[in-house]
């Protein structure tokens, strides 16, 4: 039987720049992963239908947390000149298994009267990720 796992023991690891090493972003409270591969056009003419290849994965996906002003991971990170190494570890009982690796990010920021300041970053694989989900 599968084990599962509660989102609350998600974590996010980032580093400020694409040389530093990742560490743990406070303030996260959600995040996506899309790795949809992308399909390639083989049609021949006189086909009876559309046929296709498997080309590459296009990781991208979203981070979703509070502000917090004694973590600057995630503003230097958005601000880097040459990345980030990101890396999402669903569950954090399950160390071996992670996404993640050279990354661009950037950064909103929100902020409502009746509700907590919040942030909201995008991201794009940068090059060669590692999936050991």
Same mark, same amino acid.
């Given at each position: 039987m599968a084990v599962k796992y509660a989102g609350r023991n998600s974590v996010v690891y980032m580093s400020i720049n694409g040389t530093t090493a990742a560490i743990s972003v406070g303030g996260m409270r959600?995040? !996506?992963m899309d790795g949809t591969q992308e399909t390639i056009d083989t049609t021949e003419f006189q086909a009876s239908n559309r046929t *296709?290849?498997? #080309?590459?994965?296009? $990781?991208? #996906? !979203?981070l979703e947390g509070f502000w917090? *002003?004694?973590? !600057? !991971?995630?503003?230097?990170?958005?601000?880097?000149?040459d990345g980030t190494n990101? $890396?999402? $570890?669903?569950?954090?009982?399950?160390? *071996?298994? $992670?996404? #993640? #690796?050279?990354?661009w990010v950037?950064?909103?920021?929100? *902020?409502?009267?009746?509700q907590a300041v919040g942030t909201t970053a995008n991201f794009t694989a940068k090059g060669t990720w590692v999936n050991q989900l």
């Open positions: 959600a995040f !996506t *296709s290849v498997l #080309g590459f994965p296009a $990781y991208s #996906g !979203t917090a *002003s004694d973590d !600057t !991971t995630l503003r230097q990170a958005s601000a880097s000149q990101l $890396y999402l $570890y669903p569950a954090r009982e399950a160390p *071996s298994k $992670y996404i #993640g #690796g050279p990354a950037d950064m909103s920021i929100r *902020s409502a009267v009746d």
